[in-house]
């Protein structure tokens, strides 16, 4: 079925370490994925999104990585700072659709300092 | 540029009682979102609009909730009559077209006693 997960649902680093957030795709259909990060009371704001002709995106301290022999997907924030704290959810968009994505539930960044 | 609006933020309801929310797009955004987010989950898509027009709907409990997107601008969600279970996030989101990023306005969050 359509599913996206994520590996680990907390993920607690200190500030100044990088960052490595895990998600598992189930649809190889899929052909664009994105990050979203969402701070409590917020909506979610977008992070970086990756197509499935690429392997790698870097943005500003983000990295996205996509392995889709395995159906799997990375966030790396390098030099994680405690602005960084908050939920990160990946999101899947199925191909040939309007655009309908299928969000995973989502990782807890805790940076302390 | 202004971003998405939503209101209200906040709602208390009883069951069996009728509620409303309403969305404002990112000026020029063709396509609308509402998403229902419960606590400790992904956003999930409830509906989708292309201009005014229902594009996926499938996810959306026809039976008491509906929504509409009169000229292609504002959009109404309505829940009626609401049930315990419908407490949750309710997101409005936008993107310029149904293949585009989509950004999200902040919820309104919605407690049903």
């Known amino acids: 079925g359509e599913s996206v997960g994520l590996h680990l649902p907390t993920l607690s680093v200190q500030e100044g370490d990088n960052s490595i957030i895990n998600c598992a795709y189930s649809n190889s259909a899929s052909d664009y994925f994105i990050w979203y990060k969402q701070e409590s009371g917020k909506g979610p704001q977008f992070i970086i999104d990756i197509r499935s002709n690429m392997d790698k995106r870097q943005g500003q301290r983000v990295t996205v990585l996509l392995n889709k022999t395995v159906k799997h997907l990375s966030l790396q924030i390098a030099a994680t700072q405690p602005g960084d704290s908050a939920v990160y959810f990946c999101a899947e968009n199925l191909s040939g659709g309007y655009n309908k994505l299928i969000f995973g539930a989502g990782t807890r960044l805790a940076v302390h300092p | ?113």
Do not use: M
Not at chain 2, 56 to 80: C, H, M, N, Y
Not at chain 2, 90 to 96: D, K, W
């Open chain 2, 1 to 113: 540029e202004a971003g998405v609006a939503q209101s209200p933020r906040y709602k208390i309801i009883e069951k069996r009682q009728s509620v409303a929310f309403w969305c404002n797009p990112i000026s020029g955004h063709a396509t609308l979102y509402w998403y229902q987010q419960i606590l400790g989950q992904g956003p999930k898509l409830l509906i989708q609009f292309q201009n005014n027009g229902v594009v996926d709907d499938s996810q959306l409990p026809k039976d008491r909730f509906s929504a509409e997107r009169l000229k292609g601008v504002d959009s109404t969600l309505k829940i009626q009559p609401a049930k315990l279970e419908d407490s949750a996030v309710y997101l409005c989101a936008s993107s310029f077209g149904y293949q585009e990023t989509q950004y999200f306005g902040p919820g309104t969050r919605l407690l049903v006693l």
